[in-house]
């Protein structure tokens, strides 16, 4: 970027939209503070922060600094399709990412399937297409995931109660490229050919996506910023 983006934490419920969101959320998002463009991430308890939280929203970052990027769904920005799509695909790397500097995110992969396993365990399928393929993304992310024995539990669940998704997740599941994860530079299918891509084709999830590089919109908020600070100086 050119100069140094400083991390800096807040409450999300102090902010305006994420604060009425319903359930857990933590997040991290560039923002321009008294003149310059840093990295704020919105946590959503203060109190006994996991480490492996604080790492996996400022990793997510890191890699789009390094060309990992995401798609967008234009008709319907940020909806829970497009967000789902997008961790599947990056979670793998942010994983890595995570080990090779010393945090061990498996505990927090494990948690989330044990949740989902006990939730749709007790939860019936419904009628609405959409979240079978939100369900079948979410699905996917944790069997690539998580450990061999909430695996092995999870697919139980999906394939006894959760039939019509089942059968999209099996799709899903037959697209994850081949690759190594902790040396990703040395595939280049991932980057020029994203799964993200294929999956949207393959299950026929219409028009409206595109491509984004975030990296380039932080680019022009650090110029914007900074010109604006060289022009007060100026005057």
């Given at each position: 970027m050119g100069v140094p983006i400083e991390v800096m934490v807040g409450n999300r419920r102090e902010h305006q939209q994420l604060g009425s969101f319903r359930g857990e959320l933590n997040t991290a998002?560039?923002?321009?503070?008294?003149?310059?463009?840093?990295?704020?991430?919105?946590?959503?308890s203060f109190s006994n922060v996991n480490p492996i939280v604080i790492t996996h929203e400022i990793g997510h970052w890191v890699l789009k600094l390094q060309g990992?990027?995401?798609?967008?769904?234009?008709?319907?920005?940020?909806?829970?399709?497009e967000i789902l799509l997008n961790s599947f695909a990056h979670h793998p790397l942010l994983y890595?990412?995570?080990r090779s500097l010393g945090y061990e995110p498996q505990p927090e992969i494990d948690s989330r399937a044990l949740n989902d396993i006990t939730?749709?365990?007790?939860?019936?399928?419904?009628?609405?297409?959409?979240?079978?393929?939100?369900?079948?993304?979410?699905?996917?992310?944790?069997?690539t995931n998580c450990s061999d024995t909430y695996r092995r539990r999870l697919k139980a669940v999906v394939k006894k109660k959760h039939p019509n998704t089942a059968k999209l997740l099996n799709r899903i599941l037959q697209l994850v490229p081949h690759?190594?994860?902790?040396h990703p530079d040395k595939n280049f299918r991932f980057y020029r050919r994203p799964?993200?891509?294929?999956?949207?084709?393959?299950?026929?999830?219409?028009a409206?996506?595109?491509?984004?590089?975030?990296v380039d919109s932080l680019k022009a908020m650090v110029d914007t910023a900074t010109r604006g600070v060289q022009d007060a100086q100026i005057s």
């Open positions: 998002y560039p923002h321009v503070v008294e003149g310059k463009v840093v990295l704020a991430l919105w946590l959503d990992v990027r995401g798609f967008i769904y234009q008709p319907q920005p940020h909806s829970n399709v890595a990412l995570q939730v749709f365990s007790e939860r019936k399928e419904t009628r609405d297409t959409r979240s079978w393929i939100a369900n079948a993304l979410l699905f996917a992310d944790d069997l690759y190594n994860p902790i799964i993200q891509r294929r999956i949207i084709q393959e299950l026929r999830l219409g409206g996506w595109r491509e984004m590089d975030e």
